[in-house]
């Protein structure tokens, strides 16, 4: 049974700083591309930012420069830094798994607000 639990959401004035977590189990974590998608309230799901199976990251041009995504296969953890936050940053984070077929996590709550 596949799990991904994020962890790390909360709410954050404008400028300041969170830091994801997303938690895999019942996958060979090493051989996956692990993500961070986003939803808004009224929006589409959208990409923020992927690290390959091969270390290669993507981002989407909104976060370059801002957010950060990192792994750790050895505790089959992805996490992502977000920086400088904006109030169109809020949204849902959702944690996602690619291996010719997705999972997902329930996702965790960003809230960027003075």
């Known amino acids: 049974q596949v799990q991904l639990v994020e962890s790390g959401g909360g709410l954050v004035q404008p400028g300041g700083s969170l830091r994801l977590s997303c938690t895999a189990s019942g996958i060979i974590f090493s051989l996956y591309d692990m993500g961070w998608y986003r939803q808004a309230p009224g929006k589409q799901r959208e990409l923020v930012a992927v690290?390959?199976?091969?270390?290669?990251?993507n981002y989407a041009d909104s976060v370059k420069g801002r957010f950060a995504i990192s792994r750790d296969n050895a505790k089959n953890m992805v996490f992502l830094q977000l920086n400088s936050l904006k109030p169109e940053d809020t949204a849902v984070y959702y944690c996602?798994?690619?291996?010719?077929?997705?999972?997902w996590g329930k996702g965790t709550l960003v809230t960027v607000s003075s």
């Open positions: 996602n798994a690619h291996r010719g077929f997705d999972y």
């Open positions: 690290m390959f199976s091969s270390g290669n990251t």
